[in-house]
Every structure is written in structure tokens, then in C-alpha cells.
């Protein structure tokens, strides 16, 4: 029995520990970024990726999110133009922020549930050969919390935004 604690008190200390240099180490800078090459030309990718609508159709998040809806405002193609989700435990809004035609897609995250909060995200479209390598990014301030969860949050972006590209390029190589 007295092993079984120590096991479990060392444990729970190195917890601590970590839960301490992380809060003290990590950056509040978090960034993240994926890419994927798609054999179509740009123009072709442009239309999965030029607006909020288009979008939609290959976000892996909107598909995790239980009883998801949605409502555009705008045509989700323009400056401004946005739109709001809810679902169970979710909701947030997302606006167009920069728009380059066949080369960028710039949005404006604003996350109220499960957690209140900002990002800005990007899809950056670049000729690779004949085809388009795709580059999404994601950008936000994490608070103290936050960085302790660090780890799970780049090994859930690196599944999370895998599927969505993976998704972007079934739909644009058709």
C-alpha cells in the first residue's frame, strides 16, 4: 500500500512540476500550421477555399461539433462577411479578414463557448509543380491555463487540420 501512494505522490508531483514549467516556459504565442499538395491548379483549389461557405464543406471542426448550425451573413465571400455557429458546447463566430484571389483566404476567429477567445487563421495557397501546396495556419494568444494543455492542443491541430486538408484535397483533385 505504501508504494501504491508513492507511486501515485510522485505522480502527482511530476504533474505539478510540469504543470509549473509550462506555465512559466511556454510562449503565449501559439501558432500552428499544416500543409498538404494538391495535384490541381490553384484556380481549381480557390473555389474550396475563396469563401466561408466553400469552407465549410471540408472543416473538420464543424463536423465535431454535435446539433452544429450555422448562419452566414454575406455571401461569405467578401471583406467582413461572416458567419455564426452553435452547437452543443460550441459556439463562435468567424469573419473574413483578408481576402487575395487564388492565393489567401485570412479570417478572424471569435470563440465564446467552451471558452471565450481569439485567433486569427489563414489559407495560403502557393504553385508547387503543377500543382498547389495549401498552408493553413492558426494564431492566438494562449492565457496561463492554456499552456499547460499545449501539447494536446498541437496534437489535436495536427489531426484536426490533417482531415480538413485531406478532406480540401479529395474534394479539389475530383
Known amino acids: 500500500m505504501k508504494t501504491l501512494l508513492k507511486i501515485i505522490g510522485t505522480i502527482i508531483v511530476l504533474i505539478l512540476i510540469y504543470a509549473v514549467i509550462a506555465m512559466l ?99 495560403i495557397l502557393t504553385t508547387e509543380g503543377s500543382g498547389t501546396k495549401v498552408t493553413w495556419t492558426i494564431d492566438n494568444e494562449l492565457n496561463t491555463m492554456m499552456k499547460i494543455m499545449k501539447p494536446m492542443m498541437d496534437s489535436n491541430m495536427d489531426k484536426m487540420f490533417g482531415q480538413g486538408l485531406g478532406d480540401l484535397k479529395k474534394l479539389a483533385e475530383k
Open 25 to 123: 516556459a511556454f510562449s503565449k504565442d501559439y501558432h500552428y500550421e499544416k500543409s498538404v499538395v494538391i495535384n490541381a491548379p490553384k484556380e481549381k483549389v480557390w473555389q474550396h477555399t475563396n469563401s466561408l461557405q466553400a469552407y465549410n464543406t471540408w472543416d473538420p471542426f464543424s463536423k465535431e461539433i454535435k446539433n452544429f448550425s450555422v448562419t452566414y451573413s454575406g455571401a461569405g465571400d467578401q471583406l467582413g462577411n461572416s458567419y455564426h455557429w452553435k452547437g452543443d458546447d460550441s459556439e463562435g463566430e468567424q469573419s473574413i479578414a483578408e481576402i487575395i484571389p487564388n492565393e489567401k483566404l485570412g479570417t478572424q476567429l471569435h470563440f465564446i463557448q467552451p471558452f471565450e477567445g481569439t485567433a486569427k487563421s489563414n489559407i
